[in-house]
């Protein structure tokens, strides 16, 4: 096996696999810090972890820094070794996603443990899959290619962000005052999936995001069913009616005024190629324990993944949710929702678009404040 500039791939294989061990000691190590992003309490993780990988790509010889922003900081690192060959930028993300509800893990999520799966082995972490693994996957890489080769076959650079999962606010400011410095012939982002396990994906294109918190408020303080039931405003009632207008129960199409504007559909040569890679939508759903496609009539479930924009409920909280019973009318009701978005939307436009639908629903004796999560 070759690799550019004529390089024999074999002995980098055989290093991969002589030093697994020494790699998963490493990546457990990634995995251990809880690097949060959307929690304020774990700020300092998060730059524990930036300072963690800035020290793991200084030590293979990568020209690697921290790199300070609004918010959390970004790491970037250049191989100053090779002096020719195309430039390839590599994207990943240190942060990883809350770990709520707790109770749902069968083990610590910031305690990396190999759990047996089918014929082989996963690991089960925070961040084990998004991104600490494939940012990793990649710093191994390296390490292995630099060990036998003494330098890598091409130019490369890294960013390495802390907010992917908070809305990624710094990401392209920082990339315009760098713009110079990380320019590149190629970008790499290895936050991406399979479609089945043990075959390799080349992902090709990704979808925007628009990410809002609304909050509706209607009494001034929680009040008892038994004396306000029916006579106040419920903000749970009102939250819940608002979202579920806004996509068409018979259809699955979002209702939202100009939300498919710009919106297309892939050539059918190119729906027909993925009808061959995922020909069955239960092939798709199965493994998380589903079967029927839920969103858009007319579109399979790997279409509506890949092409199809969306809408999504991510999370609403209001009134008692403990354990046992409690008879109250909250004084206001959240939910954080999110747009997947595709070529050819405005992401603020769709945003103005859901705040409209909002305040056109909204009752008398209720409020309404938005928070954007990029």
């Not at 999962?165 to 710094?170: I, L, M, Q, V, Y």
């Not at 939250?239 to 939300?259: E, M, S, Y």
Request: aromatic letters at 6%; one cysteine or more; a negative charge.
């Amino acid at each position: 096996m070759t690799i550019t500039n004529g390089r024999d791939l074999t002995p980098v294989l055989d290093r991969v696999d002589r030093t697994l061990e020494a790699s998963l000691e490493r990546l457990f190590a990634f995995l251990r810090i809880p690097s949060i992003s959307a929690q304020p309490a774990h700020a300092g993780d998060c730059r524990r972890a930036a300072e963690w990988l800035c020290a793991e790509l200084a030590g293979i010889g990568l020209d690697a820094s921290v790199r300070e922003t609004p918010g959390h900081p970004m790491v970037v690192a250049h191989d100053r070794g090779a002096a020719e060959g195309p430039h390839v930028l590599f994207y990943g993300h240190y942060d990883v996603q809350p770990v709520d509800p707790l109770d749902l893990w069968h083990s610590a999520p910031f305690e990396p443990q190999l759990v047996r799966d089918g014929d082989g082995e996963r690991i089960v972490a925070r961040g084990a899959s998004d991104d600490k693994g494939q940012v990793m996957t990649f710093v191994e890489a390296l390490r292995a290619l630099r060990a036998e080769f003494g330098t890598l076959p091409l130019r490369v650079s890294m960013v390495i962000e802390g907010e992917e999962e908070s809305g990624g606010a710094n990401l392209l400011p920082f990339l315009q005052a760098n713009r110079d410095e990380l320019h590149a012939d190629v970008a790499l982002i290895c936050d991406t999936g399979m479609l089945e396990g043990g075959v390799p994906a080349i992902t090709t294109a990704l979808r925007g995001m628009v990410g809002e918190e609304v909050v509706i408020r209607g009494a001034d303080r929680d009040l008892h069913s038994g004396i306000y039931g029916n006579a106040a405003r419920n903000p749970l009632e009102v939250l819940c009616r608002i979202l579920g207008a806004v996509r068409d129960p018979a259809t699955g199409r979002v209702l939202l005024q100009g939300f498919y504007d710009g919106v297309q559909d892939p050539p059918e040569a190119v729906r027909a190629q993925w009808r061959a890679i995922a020909p069955s939508d239960a092939g798709f759903l199965g493994p998380v324990g589903l079967s029927v496609p839920a969103g858009e009539q007319g579109y399979s479930a790997v279409e509506q993944t890949w092409c199809r924009p969306t809408f999504e409920i991510n999370g609403i909280s209001g009134g008692y949710a403990g354990d046992g019973f409690k008879t109250v009318l909250p004084a206001e009701a959240s939910a954080k929702i999110s747009f997947r978005l595709v070529s050819g939307q405005d992401p603020a436009r769709i945003r103005d678009a859901f705040r409209a639908h909002v305040r056109a629903m909204l009752p008398a004796d209720c409020t309404v404040r938005f928070t954007p999560h990029g």
